[in-house]
């Protein structure tokens, strides 16, 4: 692996930023009922983790994710205003609307998506593995999953299925320490998450300070590589949600220990400042280029609003009834068929 | 009687926690019930009042919250385990449809299930495709469980109730919407208030049309009556309760009266609620009927976020009373 340059780190925080400007502008917007909705999970707190695996990767892998999803389709390149049109359920969304916050993808970007059943997209990522294997193609699947979901069915049958297989998946267990208001050790049995591989004989690349993205290069560029040539991978993540789990998650309201373990994390391990850090001790004074991609973050996303908002919805019939089905010519269709779908 | 109007949720509660005092072997388990005190908020003081041994918090592993409320009830304990959603019960289909409601037949008598599983149900708020479903039906197709949906605060605590003393197991949805709703429910109200499993209700009488219906669409097919009766046309609602076992002796009694009728569902429309009533009253009250039977679900797609069509999508009172002008 080569060491990050410095193009690299200052672009890590134009996106680590670009994130954060996005991520806190969804929340306000849910204030302020300009988002509605009833899911709205935020990835502040995760940026690190996030931009710090991706970098591990070429532009032909795959990323799959849960539906903290924000973060990963900006980092991926996705447009803001897209991202943000989508939050809104408009025509100009990513997903024209019909999928949500929880329902980001780029095909273009070969982002498959962000899935809102816990552990769904586990599978899925190791089928998206298993086709860049069968057609001899040496791509690898990113795939990202919650320390809760890793207690589901879904997690372990993958897990397992990634093994036997040796598909090239990199699986990325952000541990930001709950699943909703569930600690890891109350609802996991062990509570070092990455160990889980050993069950499968997966290999483990261990447990990463996630709030550090130089430290998350490092360890995701091993496992992509081995990931590529040899087969599955794990990596655990240690990272913390700032915004709880997600829009109608009250606890930082309710409990004091909470919000005082929120600002712990806040002031000691803050990712963008972590990496500000990192940037400024090994290239001096770059503050000029950082207030840059400041200004350039917070103009990006009042831009991203003002085009979101200005968008239309769907409305009509022939918006909610198209893309149940792919339109195909092997499908009988007449004035008695019922439940086909519409072109 | 005196009576006050309680929310459905407040009622679940009352009724549940009555039970867990009534019955030390009755417990509750699911993600988020204890310390969270409950995603919709059904178990709040719970943890409190029983502790951890009955209020159970468990993992994001829905296979096994299904499974092993079965193997906990075969053992004779009462489980009450709680999907967070009934999306999430579809992970659990399996311990549902082939333990939960075999394990009696297969050995033929020798065990039993007494368990409920609780599961919030329903569309709206765009929640997306994927976390908008009520899928009753789905769960009321398998013999070996009974399925209740109550449409109100007072059926619901009866319901529960009888939920969790018979002996079979028994799926019980929980409108998301119906939950703050409230409804009024008697001051002296028996803890032993039971409404007999597969009980269905009249919930208004009319003598033009017969409205079917259960859970919120309970709520569009009253809303609906109201309307129609400004234009003279009344209707009847039967409120099902149940979709297994179903209480058709009430829907044909009705029918007799009004040989009509329009089925109302927050679900899909293939092979759903309304089809098995429309297949039921052509087969049994032909010589009664004077119109077309119709139903009223959501649109034949899955839901999307964007909220101007997710209404479109969804069911309501106009589509409801738009439906009886077409047969009156
Ligand atoms: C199968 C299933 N069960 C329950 C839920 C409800 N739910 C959504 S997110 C979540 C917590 C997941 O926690 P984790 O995997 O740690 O991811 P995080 O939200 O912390 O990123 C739960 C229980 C769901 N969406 N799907
Ligand atoms: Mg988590």
Known sequence: MAAPTKEMLLDWYRQMVLIREFEETCHRLYEEKRITGVYLHL??????????????????????TAYRDHGIGLILGMDPKAVMAEMMGKKTGSSGGKGGSMHLASAEHNFWGGYAIVGGHLPLAAG??????????????????????????????????????????????????????????????????????????IKSFGRVDAQNALEVYAVASKAVEYARRKGPAVIEHVTYRYRGHGVSDKQYDARDDMSAELQEWMATREPIKILRDCIESAYGDVAAILAGHEADAARIVAESVKFAEASELPATYEDLMRNAYVASDLVHKSEGSVGAGID | MAARNVAMREAIRRALREEMRRDENVFVMGEEVAYWQGTHRVTRGFLEEFGERRVRDTPISEMAIGGVAVGAALAGLRPVAEFMTINFAFLALDAIANHAAKVRYFFDGMFKAPLVYRAASGWGNQATASHSHAPEPIFAHFPGIYVGCPSNSLDAYGMLKASIRDDNPVLFTESIALYPKPSPMPDDLDGDYLIPIGKGDIKREGGDVTLVAYARGVDWALQAARQLARDGVEAEVVDL????????????????????????????????????????????????????????????????????????ALPNAQKVADAVKEIV
């Open chain 2, 241 to 312: 309760r149940w979709l297994r076992p179903l209480d058709m002796d009430l829907v044909y009694s009705s029918f007799k009266k009004t040989n009509r009728c329009v089925i109302v569902e927050e679900s899909l429309p293939m092979y759903s609620f309304g089809s098995e009533i429309a297949a039921l009253l052509q087969e049994n009250m032909f010589d009664y009927m004077d119109a077309p039977i119709k139903r009223v679900a959501a649109e034949d797609v899955p839901l999307p976020y964007s909220k101007e069509i997710e209404l479109l």
């Open chain 1, 128 to 201: 998206i593995a298993l086709a860049s294997k069968y057609r001899g193609e040496d791509d690898v699947t990113m795939t990202y999953v919650g320390d809760g979901a890793t207690n589901n069915g879904y997690f372990h049958e993958s897990l397992n299925m990634s093994a036997i297989w040796d598909l090239p998946v990199v699986w990325i267990i952000e541990n930001n320490g709950y699943g909703m208001g569930t600690e890891v050790a109350r609802a996991s049995g062990q509570v070092e998450l990455h160990r889980k591989a050993e069950a499968y004989g």
């Open chain 1, 43 to 64: 990835y502040s707190g995760h940026e690190a983790s996030g931009v710090g695996s991706m970098a591990a990767l070429r532009k032909t892998d795959h990323v799959i």
